[in-house]
T-cell receptor
Framework: GDSVTQMEGPVTLSEEAFLTINCTYTATGYPSLFWYVQYPGEGLQLLLKATKADDKGSNKGFEATYRKETTSFHLEKGSVQVSDSAVYFCAPSNAGGTSYGKLTFGQGTILTVHP | GAVVSQHPSWVICKSGTSVKIECRSLDFQATTMFWYRQFPKQSLMLMATSNEGSKATYEQGVEKDKFLINHASLTLSTLTVTSAHPEDSSFYIC?????????FGPGTRLLVL
C-alpha cells in the first residue's frame, strides 16, 4: 500500500530562518501530493498541492515541487514566522480505483518558531 | 473554499454510552466522506470511508459494530461510537473531497470517563 516518510521532528527555528521538511512517498500510479497544516487545537487545512510531476505548489510563502524521479515532495519556506508554528502533514492521494481520494498521512512534523 | 463542519466540537460521556458525531459539507455535496482518528501528537489514522446510499468501508482493525457510520444525505455523514470506553477517547476528524482535494472538519474531541 501507499506510505509516506516525513522528516522527524520536532523542528525548532528562529523567526526568518529557512525551513525544509522532507517528505518521500511510495504509491501506485500517479498520486496527487498534498501538504496539510494543523494549527494548535484546530483541524487540518490544505496548505498546498501538486497534481503531476514537476508541478510546484505554493501558498503563504511555502513551496513544494512534485519530484517523480525521487518520489519526493519536500516543503520549503524561505523565512518562517512565529505564526507558522504548527504540525505539517505530507499526504499523497490515491490515484484511482476503489481507493480514489484516500489520503495516506505522514507522521507529521511539529514546527516551532521562536521570535 | 469548501467548508466542512463537525458537531459537537467536544463531548464528554460516561463509559457504556453512545455518542454521535456529525460531519456536514456546507457548500458542496459529497458522495464520499472519510473519518479519521488522531491520538495526541500522532498522525491521522483513517477509520472508514462513508458512502452515500451504501455501506461504509472500514479499514483493517476498525470494528464496524462499534463505530457505526451512516451517510444519510449528500451533505451529512454521522459516526456513532457505541458503548464507548475510555480507550475510545480521541480526536475524531472527518473530511469530504471536492475534486482531488480533501476538506477537513475542525474535529471532535471525545472524552469517555
Amino acid at each position: 500500500g501507499d506510505s509516506v516518510t516525513q522528516m522527524e521532528g520536532p523542528v525548532t527555528l528562529s523567526e526568518e530562518a529557512f525551513l525544509t521538511i522532507n517528505c518521500t512517498y511510495t504509491a501506485t500510479g500517479y498520486p496527487s501530493l498534498f501538504w496539510y497544516v494543523q494549527y494548535p487545537g484546530e483541524g487540518l487545512q490544505l496548505l498546498l498541492k501538486a497534481t503531476k510531476a514537476d508541478d510546484k505548489g505554493s501558498n503563504k510563502g511555502f513551496e513544494a515541487t512534485y519530484r517523480k524521479e525521487t518520489t519526493s515532495f519536500h516543503l520549503e519556506k524561505g523565512s518562517v514566522q512565529v505564526s507558522d508554528s504548527a504540525v505539517y502533514f505530507c499526504a499523497p492521494s490515491n490515484a484511482g480505483g476503489t481507493s480514489y481520494g484516500k489520503l495516506t498521512f505522514g507522521q507529521g512534523t511539529i514546527l516551532t518558531v521562536h521570535p | 473554499g469548501a467548508v466542512v463542519s463537525q458537531h459537537p466540537s467536544w463531548v464528554i460521556c460516561k463509559s457504556g454510552t453512545s455518542v454521535k458525531i456529525e460531519c456536514r459539507s456546507l457548500d458542496f455535496q459529497a458522495t464520499t466522506m472519510f473519518w479519521y482518528r488522531q491520538f495526541p501528537k500522532q498522525s491521522l489514522m483513517l477509520m472508514a470511508t462513508s458512502n452515500e446510499g451504501s455501506k461504509a468501508t472500514y479499514e483493517q482493525g476498525v470494528e464496524k459494530d462499534k463505530f457505526l457510520i451512516n451517510h444519510a444525505s449528500l451533505t451529512l455523514s454521522t459516526l456513532t461510537v457505541t458503548s464507548a470506553h475510555p480507550e475510545d477517547s480521541s480526536f475524531y476528524i472527518c473530511s469530504a473531497p471536492m475534486g482531488e482535494t480533501q476538506y477537513f472538519g475542525p474535529g471532535t474531541r471525545l472524552l469517555v470517563l
